[in-house]
């Protein structure tokens, strides 16, 4: 039999043809036809044996991902949904073997998730865009905003989100503030937590991994009387991958001041304990969630000053809480739904920004140490109404408020303004300074906002979807987005889109009001960050097996605010353009392919060159094999090409990588046991995310010059059992 792959190598397995390929964009069309045409045969030599019930479990293990409320606040059939959006169901988070929403997110189309220096958190950079702490992507967990207003995104102190009490992630790729309002200008992810109904029943489950990681967890759906009961606990801890960093920022202060203070090379501290959990009570028309994500002993990654830091550890506790009313007859022709929401945040962070040795102005004994603690509560009221008496018409109408607050703060070092130590610069010497030289002081924000959607369908194929939103801030002013989408049911198969809209992100607490840092100052005049887009889609249902999906978009960014000269500026702009491409196969009624392509190439405004730090190839190709006796196979190919540096960093362009991740499992969704086992990363590829370029004359080097390594080859096994 002639090998289908075009080289004559195992998909699986490096060969030279396909190591001599893998870092050029050629390359992409070789991995995938290898990897197709070897799961061709595979599905042919099982197609023979398969029954009936094999179909109908093969399509179960994808769930309802042909619809999606998220692109109009309404459920609809994704195909026609006015937007680029993505739908990932429980059954597609078992299949990839993901345990963690990062892992899950890196399989959308534009979306690849990179680390932040700040404790290794992730940065979603979503078509090109890798600005500061990624604030442009709103992420919400059943609607409510993650975001934390310190430095406008999902809190510096991350610490990974489970997925185990995840039915459903619906991701808008593109703008989306003229309904979410802020932070949605790259994307917005809506997690969807599971109902009484998605459990069914009790599960417990536990799960031994590499990097000494240990997790159990329990769920439970019911009844209660008339009350639906859905609860969801979790614990665990790891040690985390303990890659190495090979030379540091310290390892540059001691080339220019002739000390050895320079722990690297030496690994990372990724290290953490865990907890989760959630109770969600549902009665008619009412719904009440309560949800806890509480992170301890969470590493500082390569150090929160890019020195190596094996001591420092934060903490992050989030607490939410929800409770909505739905009702889709109110009245004739009319629809409600109203949520309050609450939600608490806070940080703790004992820190060491360079360790024991170091020469700052004077030498620090035991290390220059940094404690910042922070405080934040939300509350939200939101109310929707859906009008839908007139012919042809869907009209939604929305009002609601947010009150942020950052009501405190703490903060003690052993050092002053100008780096200099206090006293010896040794534990002893750290002085509580947070009424004297907080690095922010408390602060508040009120936010009104009021929008209009009509969904007019023009006539029985095309559909016009017209939206306008208005938020007004009580420090920064206020900002008006609207979008615009045509839908054309070009034939029974066939849809089209054509869309328009802007978005918004806000100045951060950190931004504006930032003080006592020689290098970081606030700037309370700030405007919002601005962003207009222009996509266009096309869906196919090729044949009752294939489906296919592209689109391509051009956006500019405006207003980015950017650090010069120390104080936070809006100066920035970009602008970018892309092409994402999708297609999912049923082979057989035992082997489903699925996969995506995505291009970006975005540019900065102020150098007219590559925005750098972000791939401009993406490959995510996935193949869901059901075996006999109940086993199901699942392996997965993420490729990221190489990646640009800024203008002015010399260092040659982070080289792009392949992993390649397997997973055998049995079904979780029938009574008595099942079990998996996933290897990630098979091949032990060497993957990088990149690091800023912040040589200057005061700092002539990079602090982190090789850039961040990722963990290589893993592996976890796991154990569920379902009453």
Known sequence: MNSPCPSGCSPFLPTPACNQVRRHPRAVAAKLVCLLGASALLGSAWAAGSTGEDEEELAQAFGDQATISIATGAKQPISRAPAVATVITAADIEAMGATDLDEVLETVPGFHVARSTQGYSPLYVVRGVNLGFSP?????????????????NRGIVWGSYPVHNIARIEVLRGPGSALYGADAVAGVINIITKSAADIDGTVVGARTGSFHTHDGWALHGGQWGP???AAYVRVGSTEGARSIIEADAQTGFDALRGTHASLAPGPVNNGRDFIDGQLDLSLENWRWRLGLNDRDNVGSGPGIASALDPRGTSRSQRLMSDLSYDNDHIAPNWALNAQLSALHYSERSDLFLYPAGAKIGGVYTDGMMGNPYKWERHHRLGATATYSGWQNHRIRLGLGAHWAEMYKIKNTRNSNNNFTPIGTGSLADLVDVSETRPFIRPHSRQVRYAYVQDEWQLVPDWTLTAGLRHDDYSDFGNTTNPRLALVWDAAYNLTAKLMAGSAFRPPSFTEMFAVNNPVVTGNPNLKAEKTHTVEAAVSWQATPAWQLGANVYHFRMDDIIQLVSFVYQNTG????????LESAWTLSPAVRLSGNYSYQYTVDGATSHDAGSAPHHQVYARLDWRLPQNWSLHTQVNWISDQTRVLSDTRSPLAGYNTLDVTLRTPADKKGWSTAFSIRNLLDADV??????????????????NDLPMPGRSFYVQGTYRF
């Open 136 to 152: 442009q992507v709103l992420v919400q967990v059943n609607g409510v905003p993650l975001t934390a207003v310190f430095a406008g």
């Open 227 to 229: 009350v639906q009961v």
């Open 573 to 580: 702009k970009l602008t970018g353009n892309g092409v994402e």
């Open 688 to 705: 990088r995310e990149p690091t800023t370029y912040d040589y200057s004359a005061a700092h002539p080097f990079i602090s982190l010059p």
